[in-house]
């Protein structure tokens, strides 16, 4: 049967369809969430729950020729929230962590300067230099060409060392 007759029937309600449609992409879900998460029991969760969400709202597929590609939107989305998530967290932990072990207030004059720049900018210095990630992961998780993502990376830390320039603390940055 063709991908698009188990779309649309998978769109009627018809359980098997879906899974089918599921089997047939579970690795590019697992190969798209592993490039994000790195972490093989976190990509598995992705797959899961990206699972459940796509069958939830099977129902909102409007052209069925697209139906993978609206299956990694979701995987995309999913990961770049549980990203996001596990920034805070561990942003709180550092935080709490220094305070009241060091009298280093480093981390406090580097999360001044980058609440200084743009959200844009912030996240992309912080998935690739606390979070290391590979520019290409990001350009993939961005859906923007790797070229452009080096150039916005190296005016966000341009941006980020004027910072420290305007303090007169240069030569820690």
């Not at 018809?14 to 047939?24: K, N, P, R, V, Y």
């Not at 992705?46 to 299956?71: G, H």
């Not at 998780?141 to 005016?155: A, D, F, V």
Request: charged letters at 35%; hydrophobic letters at 40%; a negative charge.
């Amino acid at each position: 049967m063709s991908e698009k007759k188990l779309v649309l029937k998978a769109i009627k309600g018809d359980e098997d369809a879906f899974l089918e449609l599921i089997h047939s992409y579970e690795e590019a879900l697992y190969r798209t969430a592993i490039s994000y998460l790195k972490n093989e029991g976190d990509a598995l969760e992705a797959v899961q729950e990206v699972t459940y969400r796509a069958y939830r709202s099977i129902k909102t597929v409007k052209e069925p020729a697209y139906f993978k590609t609206w299956l990694i939107r979701i995987m995309m989305n999913y990961c770049q929230d549980v990203i996001k998530k596990s920034k805070r967290e561990m942003l709180e932990e550092r935080i709490i962590g220094m305070q009241g072990v060091s009298e280093d207030f480093t981390f406090l004059e580097v999360e001044e300067a980058l609440l200084n720049l743009s959200e844009y900018e912030r996240e992309l210095l912080h998935l690739k230099y606390f979070e290391d990630v590979k520019i290409k992961d990001i350009a993939v998780m961005w859906n923007t060409p790797e070229g452009t993502i080096k150039t916005r990376l190296h005016k966000a830390l341009r941006a980020f060392r004027n910072q420290f320039e305007e303090k007169g603390e240069v030569k820690r940055v």
